[in-house]
């Protein structure tokens, strides 16, 4: 079966501007979490969605938000990008079994 | 309430065994390892639920104890394929499923 999937793979953007990532889950699983890595912070969770409701939120500003469709798929947004943002994003799906991970989206914010 | 794992790194030669510990100082559900290589996506080992369990995948094996609200991460003969950054992740009473919260990682190095 199909994985997680992310897109894009790799995004650069500049200091104040916005951006939308994509995750869709593994086929049958409704629940997607997101987490943000970074070398210094290692694995930090941003957020969690079953079933289109948010379940769960990390310790992140408001500027990062997210949703999730009625096909499971999910978008996470940041608004008004800060240099601090540039990260690895990586979603996951079926925490139940044991996570799998997207391949991730490398955000570089300049 | 992120768990601490130990040691921050390791250097094997290939056939040696290394223990990897993750502690929490919260009442554990579950407990997840995860192995991340350079350039990919974290990928999952076991999950090991209260009760003390063990469990074991290839000659890569675990243990949870409840009580300590500990977990350890048993490598045995490592192979040049086990390098890599080990990570625990952990699911406690006061939280709420679909929440992982990650220890800053292992990274283990299996030289020839």
């Known amino acids: 079966k199909a994985g997680v999937t992310q897109t894009p793979r790799y995004l650069i953007k500049t200091r104040g501007q916005q951006v939308t990532l994509s995750c869709s889950p593994i086929?049958?699983?409704?629940?997607v979490s997101w987490y943000q890595q970074t070398p210094g912070q290692g694995l930090q969770f941003l957020f969690e969605y079953f079933s289109e409701t948010q379940r769960n939120k990390g310790n992140f500003p408001g500027r990062f938000s997210g949703r999730q469709f009625s096909n499971s798929r999910s978008e996470m947004n940041v608004s008004t990008l800060e240099l601090g943002d540039s990260a690895l994003y990586l979603c996951?799906?079926?925490?139940?079994?044991?996570?799998?991970f997207g391949s991730g989206t490398r955000l570089t914010v300049v | 309430q992120q768990p601490v794992q130990s040691p921050q790194a390791v250097i094997l030669r290939e056939g040696e065994d290394a223990v990897i510990n993750c502690s929490s100082s919260k009442a554990l559900y579950s407990v997840h390892w995860y192995r991340q290589k350079h350039g990919e996506a974290p990928v999952f080992l076991m999950i090991?639920?209260?009760?003390?369990e063990q469990k074991g995948h290839d000659k890569i094996s675990a243990s949870f104890n409840e009580k300590k609200q500990q977990s350890s991460l048993y490598l045995t003969a490592s192979q040049l394929s086990y390098s890599g950054t080990y990570f625990c992740g952990t699911e406690d009473y006061g939280g709420s499923q679909g929440n992982l919260i990650f220890g800053k990682g292992t990274k283990l190095s299996v030289k020839p």
């Open positions: 090991l639920l209260k009760g003390g």
């Open positions: 086929s049958g699983h409704r629940s």
């Open positions: 996951a799906s079926g925490v139940n079994y044991g996570y799998t």
